[in-house]
């Protein structure tokens, strides 16, 4: 096999044959990932502002720097 063949997905005949089946199955549930990453975006804002409001009161900028 070619290196054009190989990077193509095009066989000898010039054939074409995709690369990635279209009914792939994917290996994780995209819906469970999606909630888990909504759920730690979501934390994070939340520890983020609460992080700001006690620098505010302590320091003299809201940021730790």
Do not use: H, Y
């Amino acid at each position: 096999m070619s290196m054009f063949s190989r990077l193509t997905g095009r066989g000898v005949a010039g054939a074409s044959q995709p690369l990635v089946p279209v009914n792939q199955v994917l290996p994780f549930d995209a819906w469970l990932l999606a909630a888990a990453l909504s759920l730690m975006l979501i934390g994070f804002v939340m520890i983020s502002s609460a992080s700001i409001e006690v620098a505010s009161v302590k320091m003299i900028t809201p940021s730790f720097i």
